[in-house]
């Protein structure tokens, strides 16, 4: 048997609990999953993948390739896949602990963006802000 709970009130708790009383009375067991933190928003997904959609296309029309940007080796453009897997994830990782972005919870975004557009700026005089709502 699965439930899903949100428990954000304290209504919500006190029903909670009810449910776990009558559950273990019933059943003898039962094991939990817990999650904190609310995980990001559809909106603040889409508005990564524009941002980084974005950041590629003026990394790009800069000349700053990956190549020139990550790799000597050889020539690269950005694409949002390419952004998102080699600047967002590295500097997610050292910031929030956080390999995928789907794990990041709502507040989180910020201190990665701020980061990212940070290194941007001062390295290659590219800063973007980052997408809201009407950029959608």
Request: glycine share 2%.
């Amino acid at each position: 048997m699965s439930n899903k709970w949100v428990v954000n009130s304290e209504h919500t708790k006190e029903l909670f609990m009810q449910h776990v009383e009558k559950l273990y009375n019933e059943k003898k067991y039962i094991e939990f999953t817990v999650k904190t933190g609310q995980q990001r928003t559809n909106k603040q997904n889409a508005a990564l993948h524009k941002y980084l959609g974005m950041l590629a296309q003026e990394l790009n029309s800069a000349g700053l390739d990956m190549k020139q940007t990550l790799k000597p080796e050889i020539d690269i453009p950005w694409t949002t896949q390419l952004a998102k897997e080699y600047l967002w994830k590295p500097i997610q990782k050292a910031v929030i602990n956080k390999e995928s972005t789907t794990k990041a919870d709502r507040t989180e975004y910020t201190q990665v963006y701020e980061v990212l557009n940070r290194h941007t700026a001062e390295r290659f005089g590219i800063s973007l802000l980052f997408p809201n709502k009407e950029d959608m």
